[in-house]
T-cell receptor, first 112, second 115 residues
């Protein structure tokens, strides 16, 4: 199973870009990287996923290194509402499953 | 409709009670999941249903009994719970079966307190 390593916590000023790193050095060639976040007392929310190429949607951008051993989630203009725990997830489980299996994640605090 | 709806939002039950949590989605998703989340911890997977059949049980005690009556509905029946079972119970669904590349959509959870 590919494992992920994320910093425990980060902070960011409102309006600035938040860059959240994730290491997944044991990732296999056909495994996607998924990002979710969980705002306090709410259910987790899917953000974005990618395989090799950089991806962008209305919420965030995902930058995956060429060797695919790490990735960075970018929130281009963080707001106070982006304060949440961010989870980086890769394929886990026998037979390869994308069932979200959450580690500790990164607690992002966006301050005024 | 892009929502996973969980009811009730809050539930208080005694240790001898029987209660049920309900989860509903109308997105045509064929995979549904139950998670348990204790305070300040990440969600932990409990059960997975794929095409209305139970495919994964993460060694959950029998006092938790899942049921998938149809492709839109997932229940979690609770009986003889303990105070340590108090937690946020989350339901999720995926458009594709878990072995395929797929994102999951989560409900807002049921906050359960066992007294």
């Amino acid at each position: 199973d590919a494992k992920t390593t994320q910093p425990t916590s980060m902070d960011c000023a409102e309006g600035r870009a938040a860059n959240l790193p994730c290491n997944h050095s044991t990732i296999s060639g056909n495994e996607y990287v998924y990002w979710y976040r969980q705002i306090h007392s709410q259910g987790p929310q899917y953000i974005i996923h990618g395989l090799k190429n950089n991806e962008t949607n209305e919420m965030a951008s995902l930058i995956i290194t060429e060797d695919r051993k790490s990735s960075t989630l970018i929130l281009p203009h963080a707001t106070l509402r982006d304060t949440a725990v961010y989870y980086c997830i890769v394929r886990v489980g026998a037979g390869g499953s994308y069932i979200p299996t959450f580690g500790r994640g990164t607690s992002l605090i966006v301050h005024p | 409709d892009t929502e996973v709806t969980q009811t009730p939002k809050h539930l208080v039950m005694g240790m001898t009670n029987k209660k049920s949590l309900k989860c509903e989605q109308h997105m045509g998703h064929r995979a549904m999941y139950w998670y348990k989340q204790k305070a300040k911890k990440p969600p932990e997977l409990m059960f997975v249903y794929s095409y209305e059949k139970l495919s994964i049980n993460e060694s959950v005690p029998s006092r938790f009994s899942p049921e998938c009556p149809n492709s839109s509905l997932l229940n979690l029946h609770l009986h003889a719970l303990q105070p340590e079972d108090s937690a946020l119970y989350l339901c999720a669904s995926s458009p594709r079966r878990p072995g395929m590349n797929t994102e999951a959509f989560f409900g807002q959870g049921t906050r359960l307190t066992v007294v």
